[in-house]
């Protein structure tokens, strides 16, 4: 047997997710691994616990990751909030709201479907009139920023409605923790999960999540237990430290946990408005190359994410080849269209380290060069200078 040790080739991650990883969060994922219950690893704990809750902008003392990716943030707002009857409205308007459906289905719920429009932010009327049919519903669940299409929903005013027909809300921030304005605590959001490797500049592999009081109670007045061990709140509570000692659960990802203290070191130091604003000046200077090279992005400007932007592909350019293209000659990874969206979109992502001037110029240099060499009429050194304008705004 003649295999080596994996060495990556050098890429630039613009699709949606993982994002390019600040060589800071690299360098402190190889210090050296110390027991997950020693003293200095819980102090280190702790302090991932209190930066969180500056980056989800919420006091709830139950604010921690899980050790598990994206996917069982989600499960663990599910499992833990949605017992067996309980009917749950889910606006869906991209493929992570289908996922969400598929959780409450799983859980024994009964959910409610509000289906939106994909590439456009749900609208808060159809919750209404969901909930108006719906009195008994006891839980809202809706995806923030939608990863599959670039829409951006009103989270304040979903959450304002699901309050006033007395429904807990579990809202999905992957994408959103980061890159756009997310208030957990003053809209008033009740279970709230994201992931680690998209605007906090970090690897895959964990779910910081949130839970406030009134969430809380609902987990702990539960007529049934939890179904997933692992993702018990209560279980998890006791390894992340609540009231009660450190008591083990799990062995932590303790390598994985000095990456994501880093990463949410360097969001404290940007400071989190700053990073948002990053994240939308950016979005506009990429906007005004694609623009100029005559690609349009997909989401009405008011609804857009900044940090992930669908752009329809030109009438007669074939999705993959113009992306292997860019892979393998520009070293630059962006995403393909999912669902109703494939074949149709690309998906660019300016996610945490990714969203940055170099990465901009790289991605619409190589698509202007690669469609040009395919017919498609396009000034790329134009597209080029409408970025610098941008920037320079
Ligand atoms: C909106 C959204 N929710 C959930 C997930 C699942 O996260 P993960 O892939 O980390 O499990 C993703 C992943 O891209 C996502 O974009």
Redesign the pocket.
Known sequence: MSIQSFNPPVRTLMG??PADVHPRVLGALGRPTIGHLDPAFVTMMDEIKTLLRYAFRTESPLTMPISA??????EACFVNLVEPGDKVVVCINGV?GM?MKENIERCGGIPVVVDDAWGRALNPQRLEDALRANPDAKIVAF?H????TGACSDVKTLVGIAHRHDCLTIV?A??ALGGCELEVDSWGVDAVYA?T??CLSCT?GL?PVSFNERAVEKVRGRDSKVQSWFLDLNLIMGYWGGEQKRSYHHTAPINALYGLHESLIMLQEEGIENAWARHQRNHLALRAGLEALGLELIVPEAERLPQLNAVSIPGGIDDATVRGRLLQEYGLEIGAGLGEFAGKVWRIGLMGHSSRTANILLCVGGLGNILSSLGVPVDTGAALSGIQSALSD
């Open positions: 949606p997710g990716p994206g996917s069982a943030g989600m992570f996922r995806v920023a939608e990863t599959s999905d992957v994408t992931s490797q998209k895959p779910a």
